[in-house]
């Protein structure tokens, strides 16, 4: 145990003190950041553009309901010819215009308006364009055939389900993205830092392996405690690395929000949106609420107790890869078979908890080792029993050991082997030595 946390000791302190790990760990706060606040400016920039469209109607039953917004300036070129007004837009760089032609009795023009612009515009824009038409039109229809749009207004009902469980708690329709985005952001989050370390410890062993001086270190320790030192130093590092993330980006942000003149709160939205305060407000608040209503002090247990064991896991057979080859270009026909099933566990988490979390393919991947550090995380905000997280964890801390066993043998003997390009084949007789 003394010699373990020598080594674990010692590749703490050459992982923290390593010129790149210290300019990413500082800068990668601040790169991450300035992202975030360059998306929250160029979204206020685009909500604050005006857009101008001309409108050549034709008909003249359309002009009069086109009232101008904060964001949309309509102009009126019902005095111009369709190719006075397409040059007049074109010249005053307007958005676009707007053209609809004449209709005589029933012949309406549903098929033949158009609109001209020189670039692709806002879909926004559009979709509110045709959702007036079509209100406009509709009506129009009705009018002719003697309807009374004042009763087929009385009747229109807007249904809004009131969502409750069987326990009496009510939620939100955004419950379920909610929950996804937590869930989700967890799993690739893990995703991401086992990536990451998994390759620390990777290429760590390669240049100890490379340079010989493991040759000098396992004439006093045992190869097995060479590679467990390596993964609880690195996982340290990687956990001081992450702290300090969340410190600084914590400040940054902070210091951002302070001192910059940015809406933190600007996201982009359509029109019909951002015209309806109160409806926003609602839905903010139910956002809050269904936060407020995850198991939220379950789900960062769960993080850090699958990060470890997933950590692992994947560190294990990370540092047998690196015994067994002798630089990093030969690492590749290893690589790609690790990280499939955790670029599974992705898919299956996005594509199959979130339309059934509870269902087989879910709840399956959610117990195999390889892929349960990411799917379990995915469904916990959406409630799973307890005994079954912990089925899951058992499963993932047995299939450690498991795993660590196989990868101590390939470090034992690969970390002496030079020259040879390893093949699948000679592994597997390492296991037997």
């Known amino acids: 145990m003394y010699n373990l946390k020598l080594i674990t000791i010692r590749e703490y302190l050459a992982k923290v003190r390593n010129k790149s790990f210290i300019t990413?760990?500082?800068?990668?706060?601040?790169?991450?950041?300035?992202?975030?606040?360059?998306?929250?400016?160029?979204?206020?920039?685009?909500?604050?553009?005006?857009?101008?469209?001309?409108?050549?109607?034709?008909?003249?039953?359309?002009?009069?309901?086109?009232?101008?917004?904060?964001?949309?300036?309509?102009?009126?070129?019902?005095?111009?010819?369709?190719?006075?007004?397409i040059d007049s837009s074109k010249q005053n760089?307007?958005?676009?215009?707007?053209?609809?032609?004449?209709?005589?009795?029933?012949?309406?023009?549903?098929?033949?308006?158009?609109?001209?612009?020189?670039?692709?515009p806002n879909t926004d824009l559009i979709s509110t364009i045709e959702l007036k038409l079509s209100h406009l039109l509709t009506e129009k229809k009705l009018t002719?055939?003697?309807?009374?749009?004042?009763?087929?207004?009385?009747?229109?009902?807007?249904?809004?389900?009131?969502?409750?469980?069987?326990?009496?708690?009510?939620?939100?329709?955004?419950?379920?993205?909610?929950?996804?985005?937590?869930?989700?952001?967890?799993?690739?989050?893990?995703?991401?830092?086992?990536?990451?370390?998994?390759?620390?410890?990777?290429?760590?062993?390669i240049e100890e392996k490379t340079s010989r001086i493991v040759e000098i270190i396992i004439s006093s320790v045992k190869p097995i405690q060479l590679m467990w030192g390596k993964i609880l130093g690195t996982t340290f590092a990687g956990l001081t690395q992450f702290l300090i993330w969340l410190i600084l980006g914590g400040i940054l942000l902070s210091v951002a929000s302070l001192f910059l003149n940015i809406d933190m709160t600007a996201l982009p939205s359509s029109p019909e949106q951002m015209a309806d305060a109160d409806a926003s407000m609602r839905m903010v608040q139910e956002v809050i609420v269904d936060i407020a209503r995850l198991p939220l002090l379950t789900l960062i247990i769960s993080f850090i107790i699958y990060f470890i064991g997933g950590y692992f896991l994947y560190s294990a057979i990370y540092a047998a890869i690196g015994a067994a080859v002798d630089n990093e270009t030969d690492t590749q026909q290893f690589i790609f078979p690790i990280t499939i099933p955790l670029m599974l566990g992705i898919y299956v988490g996005f594509f199959s908890v979130i339309g059934d979390p509870h269902g087989t393919v879910a709840t399956i991947f959610s117990h195999i080792p390889l892929t349960s550090p990411v799917v379990m995380l995915m469904r916990i905000p959406f409630g799973v029993p307890l005994w079954e997280v912990l089925i899951s964890i058992i499963i993932l801390f047995i299939s450690i050991f498991f795993v660590a066993w196989i990868g101590s043998k390939i470090y034992r003997v690969g970390i002496l082997m030079y020259g040879k390009k390893p093949t699948y084949k000679e592994i597997g007789k390492w296991l037997k030595y």
């Open 24 to 85: 990413m760990t500082f800068v990668s706060p601040v790169i991450m950041v300035g992202m975030f606040l360059l998306i929250i400016y160029l979204a206020n920039l685009n909500n604050s553009k005006t857009s101008t469209v001309s409108i050549l109607d034709e008909s003249g039953f359309f002009i009069e309901e086109f009232e101008s917004t904060h964001n949309v300036e309509y102009k009126d070129y019902s005095n111009f010819s369709k190719s006075q007004a």
């Open 93 to 120: 760089d307007f958005t676009g215009l707007l053209y609809i032609p004449s209709f005589e009795d029933e012949q309406y023009p549903d098929q033949n308006i158009e609109f001209y612009t020189n670039s692709s």
């Open 144 to 205: 002719d055939k003697n309807i009374d749009l004042a009763k087929i207004q009385a009747s229109q009902t807007d249904i809004s389900l009131k969502l409750e469980n069987f326990s009496g708690e009510q939620t939100s329709k955004l419950s379920n993205y909610v929950k996804m985005a937590f869930g989700g952001g967890a799993g690739y989050l893990l995703f991401m830092f086992i990536i990451i370390y998994g390759n620390m410890v990777m290429r760590s062993v």
